[in-house]
């Protein structure tokens, strides 16, 4: 088990929103699997509110595998906010939101890696209705 925390800056210029996720998490891992669960407090410091703003509680998990003599990796995120402010709720989704995505990437080379993401959100994002999306990627590993 581990303590942890994160924090994300823009440069604070007409609009900020800024989130502080201080929590726990604990690593499970297996032959060519991990599944990581988390629980955080939040803190939001945003151009329309500043303040305590709920939890977040949601879930890190990978699963490695070989499809002939092809090296893939199937993962998946997901974090539920819940208890948000009120005055915070009033402008991005309402209570509570759900946030998160599913993807599927080929390890082609050591340095190469393609796949293809389901993005999903549901009053997250600063909306109040679903939303989605597939997007691809092609990363260089340093």
Do not use: C
């Not at 002939?68 to 402008?91: P, V």
């Not at 080379?109 to 009053?123: K, N």
């Amino acid at each position: 088990m581990h303590a942890y925390g994160t924090y994300g800056s823009a440069n604070r210029v007409n609009f900020h929103d800024d989130m502080f996720l201080y929590g726990i998490g604990y690593n499970f891992t297996g032959s060519g699997w991990w599944f990581k669960p988390f629980f955080a407090k939040r803190y939001t410091d945003q151009t329309y509110y500043t303040g305590d703003n709920g939890y977040v509680a949601g879930w890190v998990a990978g699963y490695n595998f070989m499809l002939g003599s092809e090296k893939f990796t199937l993962t998946n995120w997901n974090e539920y906010e819940f208890d948000r402010d009120a005055t915070y709720a009033a402008g991005n989704g309402g209570k509570e939101g759900l946030n998160g995505a599913v993807a599927l990437w080929w390890n082609a080379t050591s340095h190469i890696t393609t796949g293809i993401q389901y993005r999903y959100a549901d009053d997250k994002l600063g909306e109040d209705f679903y939303q989605d999306a597939i997007i691809y990627s092609i990363k260089f590993n340093f």
